[in-house]
T-cell receptor, first 112, second 112 residues
Framework: DAGITQSPRYKITETGRQVTLMCHQT?????MFWYRQDLGHGLRLIYY???????DKGEVPDGYVVSRSKTENFPLTLESATRSQTSVYFC???????????FGPGTRLLVL | GDSVTQMEGPVTLSEEAFLTINCTYT??????LFWYVQYPGEGLQLLLK?????DKGSNKGFEATYRKETTSFHLEKGSVQVSDSAVYFC???????????FGTGTRLQVFP
């Protein structure tokens, strides 16, 4: 199906483990984004990418790694998960012209 | 730096009541302004946007006017429905990177 998808939708992991959250879009949008959503903070940008092989830090990048080898995929890796990374993670994409971002359904991550 | 401030919730209304959710912003340059809506268990969806001063965005009975003189973009609806219950986020775009800065969100609860 066309659109933007995230996997897994729910994940429980332990402190210190590596976790990768996947994001895939079928529109060939140039821009992709990762946000985390926490109570009292709204959405905060973690990383974004303007095109394949181009990534840049957002507001809260520490502890996260991204890559973008293909336009349609933008995985987010927590190298060594911490409890403070318990959150809901949203991926989004845009075509870079209309500035409308389209969001995935989110991944709810719990770090024990 | 650039920021968005919106009224804290929850906002609780009866069906058919008038809705206002306040949003003010601080930005360098001339941002575009957005309202996104998040229904329970879902990702964010664009509700409306305005790209320059005095523009009015509208969708599904919701309206917001870009007021440069008061740096505001308040969301209004004349008659809310139970199905409007959701979290509403005000956001602004930064420069030409398509990055968004979000407010903390306002939860709207509409009762029959």
């Amino acid at each position: 199906d066309a659109g933007i998808t995230q996997s897994p939708r729910y994940k429980i992991t332990e402190t210190g483990r590596q976790v990768t959250l996947m994001c895939h879009q079928t529109w060939s949008h140039s821009y992709m984004f990762w946000y985390r959503q926490d109570l009292g903070h709204g959405l905060r940008l973690i990383y974004y990418s303007a095109a394949a092989d181009i990534t840049d830090k957002g507001e809260v990048p520490d502890g996260y790694v991204v890559s973008r080898s293909k336009t349609e995929n933008f995985p987010l890796t927590l190298e060594s998960a911490t409890r403070s990374q318990t959150s809901v993670y949203f991926c989004a994409s845009s075509d870079g012209r209309g500035m409308t971002q389209y969001f995935g359904p989110g991944t709810r991550l719990l770090v024990l | 730096g650039d920021s968005v401030t919106q009224m804290e919730g929850p906002v609780t209304l009866s069906e058919e009541a008038f809705l206002t959710i306040n949003c003010t912003y601080t930005a360098t340059g001339y941002p575009s302004l957005f309202w996104y809506v998040q229904y329970p268990g879902e990702g964010l969806q664009l509700l409306l946007k305005a790209t320059k001063a005095d523009d009015k965005g509208s969708n599904k009975g919701f309206e917001a006017t870009y007021r440069k003189e008061t740096t505001s973009f308040h969301l209004e609806k004349g008659s809310v429905q139970v199905s409007d219950s959701a979290v509403y986020f005000c956001a602004l775009s930064v420069g030409n990177t398509d990055k968004l800065i979000f407010g903390t969100g306002t939860r709207l609860q509409v009762f029959p």
